[in-house]
């Protein structure tokens, strides 16, 4: 074994009320091992203690953190190490990768420099050793002209080129371990990909092990070889990978692995975590749609340019939408999907007139949106609505729920009084399967997935027709995720509402979607029924998007 | 275009409970800090101060010359008589020169007319308690007293400077743009002309007083605020919350002060309340230079000017009262300051 | 590079207009008659319009305003109408003297504030680390009027350490023996709000990622900090000294006038006391670019410091 940890306990002291100090217990015995030459996958989801328990081995914790158990390492009980023992074994013996690379790295030093920080100190090389160790460091994680790239600075590269930095620091004293902080969650789908095989390969040719930390199953499923799950601060279950998928034992196992939607099937809804561990089945039944829908909403032509400055008077144009055509049926969901940088939300920006369109048609109902006047416009905004991507910012911190929802009732003048309105907001607020005293609270009360239905609700009030979803789901958590979509998979039935549904997750925009769209640098570069999407895409670049997503474990062929 | 949202008959409904907002959590955190109390305490206390003399219950009469000049403190017991004149004093009654006199014929009907007048002189007192000025004013009621002054100057200045500050940031930060260029503009001016210079010029056109110095203030020290409320409102103009304000109808007016100023009103209270500490010293040279308050005013500014030439001579007292007085309540205050913007940070790291 | 600067220096021109503007409006419909002072206070009414029509104050304000701009196109302010000594001599005298006080004071302001700033940033809620917060919020809260006339009184009139006040042709003599009695009291009041805020920037940049990434690697504490942090904290730091680098040129009147040290400050005091409009608006006009000029250096230095700036 190249790593133990027994029975780990970590606590956040978090200050003291009436003289007693307050504990948070992040981590509440953690057991597991990490074999040499093996790859153990810690998953959960977020608050599930998995990213403390990595950070507990090299003592990376704020200084609020207190630590107990056991962490043994060659023999050596880490938790009870001096700080020059274990800053001798960091970054040697034990390295590692971070989420975000580009807070990860100094922005004041170039990437060369700090790739020969270890180098010079651990293994005592001369600066220009150093250098030109790192050169070669650089073209092995595959970075392009490595020797250029040496004095650029962390801002000059892309994420994906900044992970690989980040490898190749972690790489550069041959460590035997390599704990793996969510690498790719803040990568895009096919550069998350290249980064994962980039680790495998490594991996064998080092012959190392690697702690990988994820919230994505599917991921896990390819790439480990040991699955340690993680709920609360506690282990639910760990084995090899193999049996975890196949054979898992435990409630929770069995429901984070039922609860994702599958590309493959197409559930009328999604399985939530509590539902299934009480024993429910999935619901197959779908409310079949009505293809001859009328049209409600026609765009032809949409573009929108920025312009930035260059030089003393130059202005240069970024087209970050060119020409977008499509249709939405009523009742029906047309699915946006693409990568960062395709203009996809944007796009959705500017239909709502939130961006002003450079070019182009909205036809809604028989008027051009692009072209109405100020109170026109208002009167828009009554039938067309939008939910954003974070939770965390979407909604005004200093209003009360019940502030929030009452708000664009008094402006539009819906409801005949402040008790009437009271009244509407909380049906509301049970609709979307919230408790009514939600509405004298604030929104930091509440989870992300709890405030997303907060922000659904807000839109109801205006009693819309249709609702643009921008990456609405893409920052909660799996199970969470499922209970959104499956409500708004409800109020579509119940309300008739359209959608236009944005996002780089194709799993999600598949379970979801009646008409897909794949946007690419602001083009569309596929458009198709979900179905066909899936069986047979036509472009190279959706096939590419779809062999990047993760399937989670296939057994080898026989 | 259905709505199932229809209120039949409304159920009975629990009263509805509004969970503590910002201001409230952070007042609560506040109680638990000892230091940030014992300085709220100390803050009080001289407001109460304060609004005593400003009605005039207390320290009214801070210009009667109630003491001997220069009066010692009492712990220090009174001064002992001066050695006296240097010259021998003639003996003897004076040299009698009514005759070469024009004004003798006169004497005895003015010393008739003298007498029958009646002068109160009440006796000047050997100590006070902590001292008297040079004319004989007692130190402590002109503490008092300039502790209104000095910190009224303070406040009033950083109340102005805090909302001409919020305003145009406000408008520079959410607009941009034109409206945006003709503030950055009007900032570059202010900010190009040295702080001195501007108080003299605008000294020029407001002359001296309390009110004319909380104004000159104002008008020179509002940059900092604006720089701090513009950034903030850039960065909250294109955060979510305001772009759903915006979906869903909301006007400009009502997405700057509705939805983003009370998101930034903490940073402007803590801001504002730096303000008040830097207006108050601030007043302070400028009444030592002459351009304060007016003759008729006592101020901390007034009492260390004075107390300059004073302590030439060894009169310590009043320096020693004005910076004592001084140094409590901006110590205090400044303690304050730091423990609310602490206990305003927890919560709001929790909100954003 | 060019096009920015060419871009910059034509921004520079409305501000000028601007402050121009602002000072001869205040100055010449509020402030009080140059012509009264001149004259005296015994002064006949006669006597005062003739100096009036001869610093050409019956002049219609719009012609006062087109000769003011002419002077600032030519930086050419005759002379001081109290003084009669060249604007541009006064200038030249009296800079230096200011530069000899406030050059020292800054510098070891920033040099003394930077390592104690870091040191307590390093031990971060020890006792020291309070203690010297709590002994600073003190400091701050005595004028610095009380620090100068005990200063005075103590180190110069009762222990004769240095004199009370003066000045002195050699630069050197007003470098050991002038200057470190103000530098010493500059120094007690300064120290105290740069540490704390040079703290702030340091935890700031302690609470980032990349400084977990430097631990990581296996680098020493005093590395990380020294290192891998300051280099961070230079960027608000500069910021910071950017900022305060147009207010030494005036801002040390206070110094100045206590110390009677010859200087601009003292000058400009002066000048507006009596309404000696030449030197006020060469103060004003010099100032002002002296200002712009020094916000482009410091916004050009960040491009040294910072990387990821774009001067655009």
Redesign the interface.
């Known amino acids: 074994m190249l790593l133990s940890i027994q029975d780990l306990r970590v606590a956040f002291r978090m200050g003291k009320v009436d003289g007693v100090m307050q504990r948070f217990e992040a981590v509440k015995g953690v057991s597991f091992d990490v074999p040499e030459n093996g790859t153990v996958a810690l998953v959960g989801e977020s608050g599930s203690g998995k990213s403390v328990t990595a950070m507990s081995v090299l003592n990376l914790l704020p200084d609020n953190a207190e630590r107990s158990g056991k962490i043994v390492y060659q023999g050596k009980d880490l938790l009870h190490a001096d700080l020059s023992e274990l800053q001798a074994l960091r970054g040697k013996d034990i390295a590692c990768v971070f989420q975000d690379p580009m807070g990860s790295l100094n922005p004041v030093f170039t990437v060369g420099q700090q790739l020969c920080e270890p180098l010079i100190k651990h293994l005592g090389m001369k600066p220009r050793e150093a250098w030109a160790r790192a050169e070669a460091l650089l073209a092995e994680v595959g970075i392009p002209e490595p020797k250029r790239r040496l004095k650029a600075y962390p801002h000059e590269l892309s994420g994906g080129q900044q992970q690989r930095v980040m490898i190749a620091m972690a790489l550069s004293c041959e460590p035997k371990l390599l704990i793996a902080d969510e690498p790719t969650t803040a990568l895009d789908v096919t550069i998350q990909r290249q980064i994962l095989e980039l680790i495998a390969k490594l991996k064998e040719q080092h012959r190392m092990s690697v702690l990988f930390i994820s919230h994505d199953l599917g991921l896990v499923g390819e790439i480990a070889d040991h699955v340690v799950v993680m709920r609360n601060g506690i282990v639910r279950e760990q084995g090899p990978v193999a049996r975890i998928f196949n054979a898992p034992q435990d409630a929770y196992t069995k429901a984070l692995l039922a609860c994702r939607p599958h590309l493959g099937e197409n559930p009328a809804r999604l399985m939530v975590i509590d539902e299934h561990m009480q024993g429910q089945t999935a619901r197959t039944q779908a409310k079949p749609k009505d293809p001859n829908a009328p049209v409600l909403l026609e765009v032809k032509a949409l573009a929108k340019s920025f312009w930035l400055h260059t030089g003393l008077f130059a202005r240069r144009e970024f087209k970050a939408v060119r020409g977008v055509n499509f249709q939405l049926r009523r009742g029906h969901t047309l699915g946006v999907v693409g990568e960062s940088g395709s203009g996809k939300t944007t796009m959705g920006l500017t239909l709502l007139r939130l961006h002003e369109p450079t070019g182009g048609e909205v036809m809604f109902d028989g008027r051009n949106l692009l072209t109405l006047n100020d109170r026109e416009r208002q009167h828009m905004r009554r039938r067309i609505q939008i939910v954003f991507q974070n939770p965390y910012a979407s909604l005004n911190p200093r209003f009360t729920v019940g502030q929030t929802l009452i708000e664009p009732m008094e402006i539009h003048k819906i409801g005949a009084s402040t008790a009437e309105r009271k009244e509407r907001a909380r049906a509301l607020l049970e609709k979307v399967g919230l408790d009514a005293t939600a509405f004298g609270k604030y929104p930091h009360e509440f989870s992300g997935g709890q405030r997303q239905r907060i922000a659904i609700a807000r839109c109801l009030t205006l009693e819309p027709e249709v609702l643009i979803l921008d990456e609405a789901v893409s920052a909660l958590d799996v199970s969470v995720q499922a209970q959104v979509l499956n409500l708004l998979k409800d109020l579509q039935d119940e309300l008739g509402l359209s959608y236009v549904f944005i996002s780089h997750d194709l799993a999600v925009v598949r379970f979801i979607s009646d008409e897909v769209l794949v946007m690419k640098d602001g083009e569309v570069v596929e458009q198709a029924t979900a179905e066909e999407i899936l069986a047979a895409p036509k472009q190279e670049y959706t096939r590419r998007l779809l062999g990047a997503i993760p399937r989670g474990y296939v057994p080898a062929a026989a | 275009?259905?709505?199932?949202?229809l209120?039949s008959p409304?159920p009975q409904?629990?009263p509805?409970?509004?969970?503590e907002?910002?201001w409230h959590a952070a007042w609560k955190r506040l109680l638990?800090d000892r230091v940030g109390i014992a300085s709220l305490a100390v803050v009080a206390l001289f407001i109460v101060l304060i609004v005593l003399t400003a009605l005039g219950l207390v320290a009214k009469s801070w210009q009667a010359e109630v003491g001997v000049p220069n009066a010692r403190p009492g712990f220090m017991g009174a001064a002992p008589p001066e050695a006296a004149a240097v010259i021998e004093t003639p003996k003897g009654p004076n040299v009698d020169l009514s005759d070469v006199d024009p004004l003798a014929p006169r004497y005895k009907e003015w010393a008739e007319r003298a007498a029958k007048l009646k002068t109160e002189e009440a006796p000047r007192a050997q100590t006070l308690p902590l001292g008297g000025d040079r004319l004989g004013r007692d130190v402590l009621v002109k503490a008092m007293k300039g502790t209104q002054t000095s910190v009224f100057v303070g406040l009033m200045g950083a109340v102005f400077a805090a909302i001409i500050g919020t305003l145009l940031g406000a408008l520079a930060g959410f607009f941009g743009g034109k409206v945006g260029d003709f503030l950055e503009?009007?900032y570059?001016?202010f900010?190009?002309?040295?702080?001195?210079?501007l108080i003299?010029?605008?000294a020029?056109?407001f002359g001296r007083g309390v009110g004319s110095v909380a104004i000159i203030l104002s008008l020179v020290g509002w940059t900092g605020l604006y720089r701090q409320v513009r950034a903030e409102f850039l960065k909250h103009s294109v955060?979510?919350?305001v772009?759903?304000?915006?979906?869903?109808?909301?006007s400009s007016m009502?997405r700057m002060f509705k939805?983003i100023l009370?998101?930034v009103s903490h940073v402007i209270f803590v801001r504002m309340s730096l303000l008040v500490?830097g207006f108050i010293?601030y007043e302070?040279?400028l009444s030592?230079?002459g351009l304060g308050v007016g003759v008729d005013d006592v101020s901390?500014?007034t009492m260390?000017a004075e107390?300059?030439s004073e302590?030439?001579l060894g009169y310590w007292w009043q320096?020693a009262a004005a910076?004592a007085f001084?140094?409590?309540?901006?110590?205090a205050f400044?303690?304050m300051t730091?423990a609310l913007r602490d206990a305003l940070d927890p919560k709001?790291r929790?909100?954003? | 590079m060019l096009p920015y600067l060419i871009r910059r220096l034509w921004q520079m021109v409305p501000t000028l207009v601007g402050a121009v503007l602002l000072v001869f409006v205040l100055f010449h419909f509020f402030g009080s008659d140059p012509a009264e002072i001149l004259g005296g206070l015994n002064a006949t009414p006669q006597q005062i319009d003739a100096i009036r029509e001869q610093l050409g104050l019956n002049r219609p304000w719009y012609v006062q305003l087109g000769i003011y701009l002419k002077q600032v196109a030519t930086l050419d302010w005759g002379s001081s109408w109290t003084t009669h000594e060249a604007v541009s001599h006064i200038f030249a005298t009296r800079l230096p003297a200011t530069l000899t006080v406030m050059l020292p004071i800054l510098i070891f302001d920033t040099l003394l504030a930077l390592p104690i700033a870091m040191w307590v940033a390093y031990r971060r809620g020890s006792l020291s680390d309070r203690a010297i917060m709590v002994v600073s919020t003190l400091a701050l809260s005595i004028s610095f009027l009380v620090y100068i006339i005990v200063g005075q009184y103590l180190f110069g009139f009762q222990l004769g350490w240095f004199p009370v006040q003066g000045w002195s042709d050699s630069v050197l003599t007003n470098l050991l023996t002038y200057v470190p009695l103000p530098l010493m009291l500059a120094l007690m009041v300064g120290l105290a709000p740069q540490t704390r805020l040079y703290r702030t920037f340091f935890l700031d940049e302690l609470g980032h990622d990349y400084v977990r990434t430097a631990r990581a690697k296996g680098l020493t504490e005093g590395s990380v900090l020294f290192k891998h942090v300051l280099r961070n904290a230079m960027i608000p730091i500069l910021t910071n000294i950017g900022l305060a680098l147009p207010g030494i040129f005036v801002g040390s009147f206070l110094i100045e006038v206590f110390f009677s040290i010859p200087g601009l400050g003292r000058e400009v005091i002066l000048a507006v006391n009596r309404s000696d409009y030449p030197v006020i608006q060469a103060t004003t006009v010099y100032l002002a670019m002296l200002t712009m000029i020094i916000n482009l250096i410091v916004d050009l230095l960040y491009k040294l410091v910072d990387p990821r700036v774009v001067l655009k």
């Open positions: 275009m259905t709505s199932a949202v209120p409304p409904r629990a509805v409970q509004r969970s907002g910002v638990k503009w009007l570059n001016v900010t190009a002309i040295p702080d001195i210079l003299l010029a605008f020029a056109v955060r979510e919350y772009r759903a304000a915006e979906a869903i109808g909301a009502s939805h009370p998101n500490v010293k302070v040279i030592y230079l901390w500014g260390l107390a300059q302590l030439i320096l910076t001084m140094a409590v309540f901006i110590t400044s303690l730091d709001l929790g909100l954003e």
